[in-house]
Antibody
Framework: QLQLQESGPGLVKPSETLSLTCTVS??????????WGWLRQPPGKGLEWIGS???????SYNPSLKGRVTISLDMSKNHFSLILTSVTAADTAVYYC????????????????WGQGTLVTVSS | QSVLTQPPSASGTPGQRVTISCSGS????????VIWYQQLPGTAPKVLIY???QRPSGVPDRFSGSKSGTSASLAISGLQSEDEADYYC????????????FGGGTKLTVL
């Protein structure tokens, strides 16, 4: 059974860098069938896709966050990571890691498996 | 402002049939498949419908999905109290360099 688990600090100061890791068990991030991604949900609001990465290290990012986001993977540890720079209070959210089915070059379906999510608060 | 448009709320009484709509455009719903999620408070979204109208194993057949042109719908028949949740539609969008887009979510209340 595939499981994804987010980990990282729950509190980040404004203007600093948010860093999260997603550890995958029951499946391999080197699979050619899937992308691995990050999404977030501000308190009381809807879902937002942040970006995704393929085993080849090909990435796709939400245009609204491009420039602040980097997603990377470590196949030796079967995990992938999110870095979001210059955070503000607007980046306070539950952050989810997820699996997305690859449908073509650089294209996916929305997520089919999600981690449980981790709340990250941006505050001084 | 979400790329896909859903009504913010819906309601029904136990046993009723409720439909939630999701409107998009030719670059998302019009050319890619739709997923519907159910999100209970404090939990991660759960896939209810994938590929427009397919149910994962374990999802009751009370839930059904359809798609026509640039719109999709989720129908819930035989409404039950445990169906009270937030529902989201999502799809891949081919515009710009491509990305996943969501509806703003519909809060379903079982009266």
């Amino acid at each position: 059974q595939l499981q994804l688990q987010e980990s990282g600090p729950g509190l980040v100061k404004p203007s600093e860098t948010l860093s999260l890791t997603c550890t995958v068990s029951g499946g391999s991030i080197s699979s050619t069938s899937y992308y691995w991604g990050w999404l977030r949900q501000p308190p009381g609001k809807g879902l937002e896709w942040i970006g995704s990465i393929y085993y080849s290290a090909h990435t796709s990012y939400n245009p609204s966050l491009k420039g602040r986001v980097t997603i990377s993977l470590d196949m030796s540890k079967n995990h992938f990571s999110l870095i979001l720079t210059s955070v503000t209070a607007a980046d306070t959210a539950v952050y989810y890691c997820a699996r997305l089915l690859r449908t073509g070059v650089g294209t996916t379906t929305p997520p089919d498996y999600w981690g449980q999510g981790t709340l990250v608060t941006v505050s001084s | 402002q979400s790329v896909l448009t859903q009504p913010p709320s819906a309601s029904g009484t136990p046993g009723q049939r409720v439909t939630i709509s999701c409107s998009g455009s030719s670059s998302n719903i019009g050319s890619n498949s739709v997923i519907w999620y159910q999100q209970l408070p404090g939990t991660a979204p759960k896939v209810l419908i994938y590929s427009n109208n397919q149910r994962p194993s374990g999802v009751p057949d009370r839930f059904s999905g359809s798609k026509s042109g640039t719109s999709a719908s989720l129908a819930i028949s035989g409404l039950q109290s445990e169906d009270e949740a937030d529902y989201y539609c999502a799809a891949w969008d081919d515009s710009l360099s491509g990305y996943v887009v969501f509806g703003g979510g519909t809060k379903l209340t079982v009266l």
